[in-house]
């Protein structure tokens, strides 16, 4: 019989994500057969991967990431249903990997919540027909009181998958204790009895400073304190956007390689109103010497080697929040290397078609920031595909060769409007200075990485520190951060 652990947290960004990778990752160290699951997720970070049939189909990065954490091919259905937040209170509603719509909150969970659930208890039976342990993760609060006749991640996961229920808190945001009372208190009596042991997260100190509370909250609540989490990143993908810089603050990301300010460079990334697929540029902040720095719209280039615009759930109204802030100016006489990602290439152009079709209000034609000479014309029909290209570098990436992998998520078809070079196929377009593509997941092929990389260093006039070869070692710091600090035999999990 399938065993079932739901992580679930007293709030969103408490370590979910890492805990449930830390776990698939170790158990499949032992040769466990295990399986990520996450019911219903809210993320514009998303990976194109194969439905049930075979077909193209988007997930949130988290569970992505899990999977290969856990050895498995991903599917959607470790997330069956995924919303995409595009602004005025609307999402994107994804099942199975199929974008069904935008809806308000409201008329999601009036008209469509049904079919989510129905979609959510398909997908984690299959995956439990095929897996020995399933590590399904909550959403947000588990005790949101208002949600729980309808909460999808965690509530009903509990209940559908006979899972048992291992509770974070994060002690770093002050309150730990009582949010964690609170929490255990606001449970439906049928999620609370599931509780298995609660966790501490993200402690920095000296872990013998919390004895007399947690025996106070134990003697409380009956719930056993099975871990203390020490503060630590291991380097897995961010899920959504509360790891980012709010909209008007900056940001940097890398830098904290032993490579002194004075050999480093700075690659400025706009920090779009509704910027998605920002784990795109993760594999560049971990590159020794390259110092990803997160701009305010109303920021500033000066500082800058070379800028990357990502993507964006929203690129007409992100476009013209842009104009509107002054930085596309500043982006249009920049004399850097420049590169957009899928959202961003839309940007460059010169200009964008049907823009209605994607924008919260109603807009025909919108003029592009004029870095390449493409335009994008926009259809109401999504494109997903997971793609290899090959690499004939130009502009911003001379030299790269061979071919790159990755995957692409988008509304808008963009065209040429006069020669251009497609250095990455026939989906994208380069100058000798700009570089616009549809491949999510560029920069973590190492060749073309690189090739940016020593652009941006020619530009800036400096030498490349060496650097050492790639090694994914995240997820197994993710895993021994689980085996070191959590009671695994409390947890049913022990070898």
């Given at each position: 019989m399938?065993?079932?652990l739901?992580?679930?947290g007293?709030a969103s ?7 449930a990778?830390?776990l ?6 032992r040769?466990?057969a295990v399986a990520?699951y ?6 514009n970070?998303?990976?194109?991967v194969?439905t049930?049939d075979?077909?193209?189909?988007e997930?949130?990065v ?8 856990a050895?498995?091919t991903p599917?959607?259905d470790v ?10 209170a609307e999402?994107?509603?994804?099942v199975?990997?199929?974008a069904?719509g ?7 969970y009036?008209?469509?919540?049904e079919?989510?659930r129905?979609a959510a208890?398909e997908?984690?039976?299959?995956l439990a027909?095929?897996?020995?342990v ?7 609060s588990i005790?949101e009181?208002?949600l ?6 965690n509530v ?6 006979d899972?048992?229920?291992l509770l974070l808190v994060?002690?770093?945001?002050g309150?730990a204790?009582?949010?964690l009372?609170?929490?255990?208190e606001?449970?439906?009596?049928s999620v609370?009895?599931?509780?298995v ?11 013998a ?8 909250i134990?003697?409380?609540t ?10 630590d990143?291991?380097?897995?993908p ?8 709010a909209a008007?603050?900056?940001a940097v990301?890398?830098?904290?390689d032993g490579?002194?300010?004075?050999r480093s460079?700075?690659?400025?990334v706009?920090r779009?109103p509704?910027?998605?697929n920002?784990?795109d540029?993760?594999?560049l902040?971990a ?9 305010p719209?109303?920021g ?8 990357v615009i990502?993507?964006?759930k929203n690129?007409?109204?992100?476009l013209l ?7 596309d100016a500043?982006i ?8 957009g990602?899928?959202g ?13 079709v ?8 919108v003029r592009g920031?004029g870095c390449?000479p493409v ?5 109401a029909d999504?494109?997903l ?6 690499v004939d570098?130009?502009?911003p990436?001379a030299?790269?060769?061979g071919?790159?992998?990755?995957y692409e ?14 250095p990455?196929g026939d989906?994208s377009?380069a100058t000798d200075r700009?570089l616009?593509t549809?491949?999510?997941g560029l920069?973590?092929n190492?060749?073309?990485?690189r ?12 030498r490349p520190?060496e650097s050492?070869a ?8 993710a895993?021994d ?5 959590l009671?695994?035999?409390r947890?049913g999990?022990a070898p």
């Amino acid at each position: 019989m399938t065993e079932t652990l739901l992580v679930a947290g007293t709030a969103s960004h408490v370590g979910k994500s890492t805990v449930a990778a830390g776990l698939c990752r170790l158990l499949a160290r032992r040769g466990v057969a295990v399986a990520p699951y996450k019911a219903q997720n809210m993320s514009n970070n998303a990976r194109v991967v194969a439905t049930p049939d075979g077909d193209p189909g988007e997930i949130g990065v988290s569970q992505y990431t899990q999977a290969r954490a856990a050895g498995v091919t991903p599917t959607t259905d470790v997330n069956p249903v995924l919303l995409k937040p595009r602004g005025d209170a609307e999402s994107q509603l994804v099942v199975q990997g199929e974008a069904v719509g935008h809806y308000e909150a409201g008329t999601y969970y009036e008209e469509h919540w049904e079919r989510a659930r129905d979609a959510a208890v398909e997908s984690y039976e299959r995956l439990a027909r095929e897996h020995d342990v399933v590590i399904a993760e909550g959403a947000g609060s588990i005790a949101e009181i208002n949600l729980h006749d309808r909460d999808l991640a965690n509530v009903e996961t509990a209940r559908f998958a006979d899972a048992d229920v291992l509770l974070l808190v994060d002690i770093e945001r002050g309150g730990a204790f009582a949010s964690l009372y609170g929490t255990l208190e606001l449970l439906p009596e049928s999620v609370r009895e599931r509780v298995v042991g609660a966790a501490i997260t993200k402690f920095r100190g000296d872990p013998a400073l919390l004895e007399a509370g947690i025996e106070e909250i134990e003697s409380r609540t009956g719930v056993p304190i099975v871990g203390v989490l020490p503060y630590d990143d291991p380097g897995l993908p961010a899920e959504d956007s509360v790891s980012l810089p709010a909209a008007g603050d900056t940001a940097v990301r890398g830098g904290d390689d032993g490579v002194p300010a004075t050999r480093s460079v700075t690659v400025a990334v706009p920090r779009l109103p509704h910027i998605s697929n920002f784990t795109d540029l993760e594999p560049l902040a971990a590159e020794p010497g390259v110092r990803v720095r997160y701009v305010p719209l109303d920021g500033s280039l000066a500082d800058a080697d070379a800028v990357v615009i990502p993507g964006t759930k929203n690129t007409v109204d992100d476009l013209l929040a842009l104009r509107e802030a002054g930085l596309d100016a500043a982006i249009e006489a920049f004399d850097g290397p420049i590169v957009g990602l899928c959202g961003g290439y839309q940007l460059l152009g010169e200009r964008v078609l049907n823009a209605g079709v994607e924008s919260t209000d109603d807009h025909d034609t919108v003029r592009g920031l004029g870095c390449l000479p493409v335009e994008t014309r926009f259809r109401a029909d999504k494109h997903l595909e997971r793609v290899t290209v090959p690499v004939d570098g130009a502009g911003p990436i001379a030299g790269a060769t061979g071919t790159a992998s990755g995957y692409e998520i988008h509304m808008g078809r963009t065209t040429p409007v006069e020669d251009v070079a497609h250095p990455l196929g026939d989906e994208s377009a380069a100058t000798d200075r700009v570089l616009g593509t549809y491949l999510h997941g560029l920069f973590e092929n190492r060749g073309v990485r690189r090739a940016f990389r020593d652009a941006v260093y020619d530009h800036a006039g400096r030498r490349p520190p060496e650097s050492a070869a790639p090694s994914d070692t995240a997820f197994d710091r993710a895993a021994d951060l689980v085996a070191d600090n959590l009671d695994l035999g409390r947890l049913g999990l022990a070898p």
